[in-house]
């Protein structure tokens, strides 16, 4: 393949990815990365010729990407959450949109003070983004991954943002601790294992297996959680889980096994589809 200019590269790309059955877009923002160009830039330079070693990374990056499916952000090594750029790598669940509605989710429930947990912290985007917005409240992510943790704590470090971060399952360093959180906040595997197969391989082949699939038909996570909470001295003013798509139903139907009064809401993401459970 020759290509002199950046709409040269981009036509290649965007053909090389459909030929491989990947996004032609990846092209457009791999090459924005390494040019290092916003949006409106971007648009106006389709005729500027680029730099060869620029041309060589593309090309071989848009190879990698269409022979394994790698991910974008594991070539860029960040993603943007709300107003942030998280550092990311194969360590963690690359963070999702639908998961900022869940931080939002949290955010209309709270008055700035609370001790809030993060079960299943993974890059530490849920955890961090609620410290960046609630000065005041004590925040704790756990995982039970230390190379998890140790990408949640670099995160905290470019960010400056003092969040406390324990190893341990979902919340027993918590329960360890005897602390007795108000908030309890997690984004836990959810995915069946019999759903591996139908995943793009960008998500089944990258992602940490142990932030996607759960046992239960996708339900584990959610049950070690909830009896977990049983096993608190105060009960949280708020639980909130993100969930699959399919869930809305059995999530609650699981809560309300272990609490029969429980009060529980589904809420539905920006595509319609039930993405979250609050437990009050
Ligand atoms: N939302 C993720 C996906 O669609 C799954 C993350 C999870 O299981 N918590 O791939």
Do not use: C
Request: glycine share 6%; charged share 25%; hydrophobic share 40%.
């Amino acid at each position: 393949m020759t290509f002199n200019t950046v709409q040269e590269a981009r036509n290649w790309a965007s053909s090389f990815l459909e030929q491989h059955d990947r996004e032609p877009r990846v092209g457009e923002l791999l090459l924005r990365y390494l040019l290092g160009v916003s949006q409106s830039q971007w648009l106006a330079m389709g005729r500027d010729v680029l730099d060869q070693d620029v041309a060589n990374t593309f090309a071989t990056w848009i190879h990698d990407h269409a022979v394994t499916g790698k991910p974008v952000e594991h070539f860029t090594n960040e993603v943007d959450f709300f107003d942030d750029t998280f550092y990311v790598d194969e360590r963690v669940l690359i963070p999702r949109p639908e998961t900022e509605e869940l931080v939002l989710a949290v955010l209309n429930e709270v008055n700035g003070g609370e001790v809030i947990v993060d079960v299943g912290t993974g890059s530490g985007i849920i955890a961090l983004s609620l410290k960046g917005r609630l000065k005041d409240a004590t925040v704790i992510g756990t995982d039970l991954s230390e190379d998890a943790l140790a990408v949640a704590r670099s995160n905290g470090e470019r960010l400056q943002r003092d969040v406390l971060w324990t190893s341990g399952d979902f919340l027993k360093p918590v329960l360890d601790e005897g602390a007795t959180p108000d908030i309890i906040v997690s984004n836990p595997p959810y995915i069946p294992h019999a759903e591996r197969d139908s995943l793009s391989e960008t998500v089944s082949l990258h992602d940490p297996a142990e932030a996607l699939f759960a046992e239960m038909n996708g339900l584990a996570a959610y049950d070690t959680i909830v009896k977990q909470v049983m096993q608190l001295d105060v009960r949280p003013k708020l639980i909130a889980f993100e969930i699959g798509y399919d869930q809305g139903e059995s999530v609650p139907a699981l809560i309300q096994s272990y609490d029969s009064a429980a009060d529980v809401r589904v809420i539905q993401d920006i595509n319609g589809k039930d993405r979250i459970v609050l437990w009050n």
